[in-house]
């Protein structure tokens, strides 16, 4: 990150420094994604709207952790390190389930996932690596997992918009930070597996 | 569109029928991209705004041709027709050369354009199709032809950026509107957009 | 063109130039790749010879227009400025659709097309990039269109034969005419679309 | 070729008979691509017009060797049959070198060839593969190793006809004759075609 | 595993029980792939040899650490699921470094490694996925690094071997214990294998 | 093979070269692998075990022309030298067929074998190239050719020994002797085809 390097917080402006106090509060440390592209205001507040309009919304049948695994499968394929580490971790926390990330990073055929996951994560490999080819065919097996066309286009949107995230950070070789790594691993009360 | 229907303009949000008809009065037509992607306000917004970081900006030494050049070139890369016949008819205008999108969205190698710009969109083709290999040594060949690290993140963005639209125009099966594929053709032609 | 001049019309022999007038009198201006392989006679004959046996043949269900629209497909896949620019030019000519070319060129699946086309063109893109993989297989949804075999021979055989020109034309850095790029997309009576 | 039938010679217009007698008269039998393409009898005329242009042309410094070398590396890359055998038999005879057509099939790096040889292929390699990448940066090279731009020339047109005949062959199942496969591997067989 | 399913540990060969004892013994649980393989008791020793002769070896420049980011980075790029997790334990353990697994299976290229180690897996990569392509100027990069020709040898053979260990355990479904996945995170848990 | 010199058949270990010497017998050459790759004993001792447990081995209905074809045709694949001409012999002598090692080596599916071959084979390029992608579907097409599951076993731990092995002769530079280029072209009482 010495190109591009990140300002310091108290340089930010006050929206964007709020919301970065907001998520340190939440999260005890500032995911690095938050200082890295705050050199750039505008984008990082149009970055962070788009951000949340497809990650915290409420409708839908995407769970979050369905939203997460999405994000870990397909950065794992365009070999993004910031984004692989950092929503596998959130991935762990929502799905419960301290191997998956690893798993769908890894292959996501071979993950301790449901056949309605899968599917999901076969049609977002296909946004993300051949988003030319998709027609109609590809609807009615999602359908069948229950997914609606609103649901996909949730899919989609998602993985079309880590696949801009994937790139920035690689470019700017974004580093995830060391907390991401271990979390979701080991759970507070008890260890895992 | 079938599937994805786009909203009627008078359905819309304020702000968004506003900037809506604002496009309209200057271009003759509303892009169908903007009632195509209005049917998700939020998203929209988020979508448009980051466009503009990118796109309308003052700062930095990437003319708007140059910045729709990087469109067509890795529009065309991941086969997005809309992207390519709507940024290819905005670079037609903004370079004032009729057959530039054309040679760029073939084959940007045998483009009439200046060594600069070629280096500029080798760099965004390498962001487009191989970012993970991205290194410090991509950054001297930039450099000498008087690319700052600033108009760099800018050659980056935009083709991250860009990915997203791609995916989301290739899965929605977005069609350019008709008067885009002659824009900038014919000299006579008005500026638009 | 340089490393390869175009020799003088003037220098050419009686049959080659008499054919060179020819098309010079019929299209306004003589086609680059008339004079560009008109440095090696035997070549430009067999060339042309073999050009002239399948895309001017009478027989079979192919069009015109499909003879051409599978020419610009096949060549926007080898990314050949040449021929994408000229075929795109004639095919819009003979299709008297203004659009289709640019649509072709960038995505076939996404073109407004009809289903019997599209089905020419996922074969003429099997020729063209994975010609080791076809078997019977491939033949019944062909048939299915109304094509014979003898027209999938056609298909086959202008996907190859515009291989070979495509190599030529990007290896010797061939150029389109500046006249091709607006040719069928303003009608002579009326502005188009 | 049962979908494609071959010609009874005996059916033949009497200039490709005469052809295809004085090949058999040579070779002590008819390849079987005199009579797959002579179905077609206008595509067979140019198809021989052109290969007899490239490939028996007296000028420049290929040897008969070196252009059957540039067609079975090409022809392995697109995994074509026919001419993997049949012009791997005629490399080995004008090479004298039994070993090499299977070497060059395999892996051109590792053939028993000249440094020389090895140049013209990788470049032959760049046209089949990647032709529009090709640009200035690739003639030195050759240059260096005394080929002229004639030469090259004629490595792209031969490389270019071949990946044509590699397409027609596999399209249409053609099988070399079993006479190939053993020719020029024993050191008394009489050189053919 | 249920298609191949692994024998019961009483049920094996003496030999192949006595080192699946030791292995347990010093690990605290039985790795899956000496159970996974051991219902072929010839092809387990081969490949528990093979193994043994390339990971425990004591000549050479590489450390423990370095074979197993060499197994651990080409794993992944072949989508191994059993190996990235098994060996990026292993990895993590003798490097001592809780993050380093994670780092190489995204992207070696930003991992927190040394350049001597980059270049190690550069090759390591070549071998695995472009072999045919290893040539004389692939040595002096890692000679620079202070690699033997012996220590080259090494790099190849592990990513060679592993190569066909990520086949078979893609192949049978063979899955990582959990054990692995938290091993060598947590700077208390005690060295493994 | 100058860089991984091989030893002195008499600097062998005992037990190597008494294997060196029955090969040779019954050879009446040593191939080179065999000596290539005994510059490391204990390699060369799991090597050659591993090979035999799949390549000897009596049970199943994988013929040892199944085996050699397998080989022959994945090595291909690898543009592996070595093997393709090493196997390549084998199998033409096991097959009894004198074309056919060229036949799968350049495109298996025109070759002049049997179907059941011809599933075996893809799917041993399926385990050659995409491993990652192997799922319970692949093996309903496999057991209506008659073959079990120890033999789907088979095809991929033979795919996955010789990917190995592959890589280490192209590697090595390992270079195919001479005897085998003609081996089975030429049965020893009267001329092949």
Request: net charge negative; hydrophobic share 45%.
């Amino acid at each position: 990150m010495s190109r591009y390097p990140a300002p310091d917080i108290n340089d930010l402006p006050e929206d964007i420094k709020a919301k970065v106090l907001e998520v340190q509060e939440k999260a005890g440390f500032v995911p690095n994604v938050f200082l890295a592209l705050a050199r750039r205001p505008a984008e990082w507040r149009a970055f962070f709207a788009y951000h949340d309009a497809l990650m915290l919304k409420e409708e839908g049948s995407l769970t979050k952790g369905d939203r997460e695994m999405i994000v870990t499968t397909t950065s794992a394929a365009n070999q993004c390190l910031y984004c692989v580490v950092a929503h596998g971790a959130i991935l762990r926390i929502h799905e419960k389930k301290p191997l998956v990330a690893d798993q769908v990073a890894v292959n996501h055929r071979k993950a301790d996932i449901t056949p309605r996951q899968k599917a999901m994560l076969d049609f977002a490999m296909k946004v993300c690596q051949r988003s030319h080819e998709i027609n109609d065919d590809d609807f009615p097996p999602l359908h069948a997992h229950g997914f609606s066309d609103e649901d996909i286009w949730d899919i989609a949107a998602i993985t079309a918009f880590f696949g801009l995230s994937n790139r920035m950070a690689s470019f700017s070789n974004m580093q995830p930070n060391p907390e991401f790594y271990l979390m979701g691993r080991v759970p507070r009360a008890k260890p895992a597996a």
